[in-house]
T-cell receptor, first 113, second 109 residues
Framework: DSGVTQTPKHLITATGQRVTLRCSPRSGDLSVYWYQQSLDQGLQFLIQYYNGEERAKGNILERFSAQQFPDLHSELNLSSLELGDSALYFC????????????FGQGTRLTVV | GIQVEQSPPDLILQEGANSTLRCNFSDSVNNLQWFHQNPWGQLINLFYIPSGTKQNGRLSATTVATERYSLLYISSSQTTDSGVYFCAVTVSGNTPLVFGKGTRLSVIA
């Protein structure tokens, strides 16, 4: 168990809908990262937060947004869902940005039908 | 941005065999991690190894930062070692992990 908790583990929804993925980082970790892994693809960085502030953005679609709350948990919102958004979404956390070991949650498997 | 290349892309081993997985990166890094993604999709931390050598049971890793590569050694492989092995790096203190495309390992009994 990495200590990073993601909910839900599985999500099936229809095209056009909106979903929210939740992540609780390890105790003491201030930095949260979101990654997307599509079928047979590598892990693509979406967005990073540090202590409530957005710090880096990857190839995140405009339909996607995220935030980190004062209690340090984070949510990734995906809207106007398309079939191509079906993927495994990971959250990771680390104590600081970049130069410390990152730990990943179990992921949320999103299926858009 | 930094390029992370892993080789080989696929590897099939007989149970009990040894293997070496390689990760090359195109720029200086200040963080390097190896992960194992099991068949259920979980990403498991293997090593945090920006430089030097570490060992954990049948697995060991070496990073030669000056030559921009890292190696993951798996000895006496078991079927439970099957999955995808990822190398990931950060370039500076404020950047997120950049992943290679992984090595898919299949260990056959």
């Amino acid at each position: 168990d990495s200590g990073v908790t993601q909910t839900p583990k599985h999500l099936i929804t229809a095209t056009g809908q909106r979903v929210t993925l939740r992540c609780s980082p390890r105790s003491g970790d201030l930095s949260v990262y979101w990654y997307q892994q599509s079928l047979d693809q590598g892990l693509q960085f979406l967005i990073q937060y540090y202590n409530g502030e957005e710090r880096a953005k990857g190839n995140i679609l405009e339909r996607f947004s995220a935030q980190q709350f004062p209690d340090l948990h984070s949510e990734l919102n995906l809207s106007s869902l398309e079939l191509g958004d079906s993927a495994l979404y990971f959250c990771a956390s680390s104590v600081r940005q970049g130069q410390t070991e990152a730990f990943f949650g179990q992921g949320t498997r999103l299926t858009v039908v | 941005g930094i390029q992370v290349e892993q080789s080989p892309p696929d590897l099939i081993l007989q149970e009990g065999a040894n293997s070496t997985l390689r990760c090359n990166f195109s720029d200086s890094v200040n963080n390097l991690q190896w992960f194992h993604q099991n068949p259920w999709g979980q990403l498991i931390n293997l090593f945090y190894i920006p430089s030097g050598t570490k060992q954990n049971g049948r697995l060991s890793a070496t990073t030669v930062a000056t030559e921009r590569y890292s190696l993951l050694y798996i000895s006496s492989s078991q079927t439970t070692d099957s999955g995808v092995y990822f190398c990931a790096v950060t370039v500076s203190g404020n950047t997120p992990l950049v992943f290679g495309k992984g090595t898919r390992l299949s260990v056959i009994a």
